[in-house]
């Protein structure tokens, strides 16, 4: 569907304010504008949009979902799977996001990035390269032997590949990677992103100062809040220039700990909600591996043999309920960190994250009780419950 129609809820959320029984006009998979319901044009269908309409989520941390993982199948049609997989959750962007791996499998996914931007697979916004330039103390589930310094050859390569897509977002550690070579990154338009590091605060200050602007699964696989270090957890809460992306699970954050930062979090830049979700989204997958290593789900987790998380079993709709629901933030703001919050966090708020005239009308339609009914991206419906 990508005539111009309208789609009608009781509720619309444009991402700013909220429009009580109004209708959401589209055309050519661009938002015209938010109307009240009796005042659609005439010879424009309307199409019913439920209880709640709301900008499509977007997940800057996806590492696979429909059974594949990106690692395993660096290729176009993966891509689409992992995409796809998404979608019944409300999800209408994403980045796909490669584990730390060997450097022809990094190529082999910037290649499929590039394909996808081209092709213009619904749903991507571009990659997310998690490593191989990270931290051994904060590996994680990161292979450690693939895990390795950045040299000149790899930033010729990051620099060359941001051209080929709408977004290109690496996640590096300071210990593996210079400040000099974030600067180059930055000025070149890559979203660098600091994490599984042990930096001390006043070099994640110093790297936030070179362009990194990002911390990657807040508290999770970085330095902690100390009282005399506040390390890269602390750094991604007061610098003001920081996003930082959350993991809501109840998992990987203790609700506490996520209310702390919340409160304290300095802006502009703000908490946004990821899934980092694995190849179990959307399937009844028990395990899967991951560089020969088995993960294992069970309750809610995704874990290596030795207890060690490794991704999230979580999906966005999950992730705004809990932050909703649980942590008790009002639910504007809660779709606002899974829509608008990582728009702005990638430069991408120009054209994602909200309804609004211009933008691309990708929107989710919500139940009462926070389901997702359907899912449209650039206009067409691409899940319906």
């Known amino acids: 569907m990508t005539s111009r129609f309208a789609l009608a809820a009781q509720r619309i959320f ?17 938002i015209e504008g938010i109307v009240k319901r009796d005042a659609v044009p005439a010879g424009v269908a309307v199409t019913d949009g439920g209880s709640i309409l709301a900008p499509g989520f977007i997940d800057l941390q996806v590492n696979g979902g429909g059974g594949l993982m990106l690692n395993d199948k660096p290729d176009v049609d993966t891509l689409d799977i992992i995409c796809k997989a998404q979608m019944p959750f409300g999800t209408t962007a994403v980045l796909p996001t490669l584990i730390t791996d060997t450097p022809e499998i990094t190529r082999a996914t910037i290649a499929a990035g590039a394909e996808a931007a081209t092709r213009k697979v619904p749903g991507f916004l571009g990659l997310h390269l998690e490593g191989p330039h990270l931290s051994l103390a904060r590996k994680g589930a990161h292979d450690p032997q693939l895990i390795r310094p ?25 210990e593996s990677v210079k400040a000099g070579q974030v600067k180059a990154l930055a000025a070149a338009g890559v979203v660098v992103s600091l994490g ?10 110093e790297y936030a100062e070179a362009g990194a602007s990002m911390a990657t699964h807040l508290f999770n696989a970085m330095s902690q809040i100390g009282n005399r ?3 890269l957890a602390g750094a991604a809460v007061d610098i003001s220039t920081f996003s930082a992306g959350l993991i809501a699970d109840g998992i990987h954050v203790d609700p506490a700990t996520m209310k702390i930062a919340l409160k304290a979090k300095n802006g502009p830049a703000r908490i946004f909600l990821v899934t980092d979700a694995m190849a179990t989204i959307g399937t009844d997958l028990k395990s899967f591996t991951l560089n020969g290593r088995t993960i294992k789900r069970e309750n809610g987790r995704l874990t290596l043999e030795d207890g ?5 079993d979580l999906d966005m709709i999950s992730a705004v309920r809990f932050m909703h629901e649980k942590i008790g933030e009002e639910l504007d703001e809660a779709i606002r960190m899974a829509s608008l ?4 966090a990638v430069g991408q708020d120009h054209r994602l994250g909200r309804l609004a005239k211009g933008y691309a009308a990708n929107a989710v339609q919500l139940t009462d009780t926070l389901d997702v009914s359907a899912t449209w991206i650039d206009g067409n419906k691409v899940f319906s419950a």
């Open 14 to 30: 444009d991402g700013e304010a909220w429009h009580e029984d109004a209708a959401l006009i589209v055309a050519g998979g661009l």
């Open 150 to 174: 950045m040299d000149d050859a790899d930033e010729r390569a990051l620099i060359a590949a941001r051209n080929t897509m709408p977004v290109l977002l690496t996640t590096i550690a300071p």
């Open 196 to 205: 599984h590091t042990d930096t001390s605060y006043r070099t994640a200050k």
């Open 229 to 231: 270090e506040p390390g």
């Open 308 to 312: 060690t998380l490794a991704g999230a």
């Open 341 to 344: 919050y990582p728009a702005e």
